[in-house]
């Protein structure tokens, strides 16, 4: 691992250097190519890229920021955001969907994460419903996906991606020690951070792309498939207790169907899952 005289991480690329790089060799028609709004520390990056969406940022806007004060999770919880080590990256999407579709988005951001920690740091992943992406349980990255709309249609959708890369275990909090993990630890060697923000970027476009012009079912399936749900019995908590059940479907717009011990079905639009079994 390389370390500076103080003991920290070192890193090959500075964040500055990162902007101007990043947009000469990123191949992307949208994400990325506009404006980047980088930032060493910052509160959140999806309250910039909602301040930056109301105030008219296009679609492809990136948000990017070294360290979280106030990184956000789902359900209001804490996303630890520390210094250098994650990627905290927020887009800024306008995608022609109604309000019902935008789980979608969170289920494609989860696929296109996925392909790159398979492909460009050896890592075989778990997606677990809806947004958690596991290694031997253990989470490595989230997704916060979070919609603002009029009436019927959507304004904006803020993709919020949290991604452990270069997090050595002592350093993450006791609470989230067993819970957690990071490429680092997955993989014992140290990535340059930059260039997965590129490579994200980048399988992310390409699957949004296709889902706007193909649909949504090839995602779903490959979805599916890495997220080995299908068939499994679950619990899931919901805002107001918790149901278990076994997972018969994942339908078109990508909500849980469980099938409980009655055989009764549920839609599960949010909650949170654990395995059973
Ligand atoms: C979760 O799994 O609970 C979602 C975590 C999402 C964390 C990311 S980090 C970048 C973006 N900004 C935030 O405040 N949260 C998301």
């Avoid at 996906?145 to 991604?163: A, C, L, P, R, W």
Wanted: aromatic share 8%; net charge negative; charged share 30%.
């Amino acid at each position: 691992m390389l370390k500076n005289a103080k003991g920290e991480l070192k890193y090959t690329m500075t964040s500055n250097d990162f902007i101007k790089e990043i947009q000469s060799k990123l191949k992307t028609d949208t994400f990325g190519q506009g404006y980047i709004f980088y930032s060493e520390s910052i509160d959140s990056t999806n309250i910039k890229a909602k301040e930056l969406a109301n105030e008219g940022h296009q679609e492809g806007t990136v948000i990017i920021a070294d360290s979280q004060s106030k990184g956000k999770g789902r359900k209001g919880r804490h996303w630890f955001s520390p210094g250098k080590t994650g990627i905290y990256m927020s887009l800024i999407l306008k995608p022609p969907i109604i309000p019902s579709e935008a789980q979608k988005i969170t289920l494609i951001t989860a696929v296109a994460i996925a392909e790159v920690l398979k492909y460009y740091a050896g890592i075989d992943v778990r997606i677990k419903w809806p947004n958690d992406i596991l290694v031997n349980n253990k989470k490595l990255a989230g997704i916060l996906t979070e919609i603002n709309t009029t009436k019927d249609s959507i304004n904006y959708i803020i993709v919020g991606m949290g991604i452990n890369v270069n997090t050595p275990l002592e350093s993450m909090p006791s609470e989230i020690r067993d819970i957690a993990t990071s490429i680092l630890i997955e993989t014992n060697k140290e990535m340059e951070k930059w260039d997965i923000v590129k490579v994200i970027l980048e399988s992310f476009e390409r699957y949004y792309n296709k889902f706007l012009n193909n649909g949504f079912a090839d995602i779903l399936e490959e979805w599916k498939r890495l997220s080995q749900i299908m068939g499994s019995k679950i619990k899931v908590d919901l805002e107001k207790g918790s149901i278990e059940g076994e997972v018969v479907e994942v339908d078109k717009d990508g909500f849980l169907i469980i099938r409980d011990s009655d055989g009764n079905d549920e839609k599960i639009i949010a909650g949170d899952v654990s395995f059973i079994e």
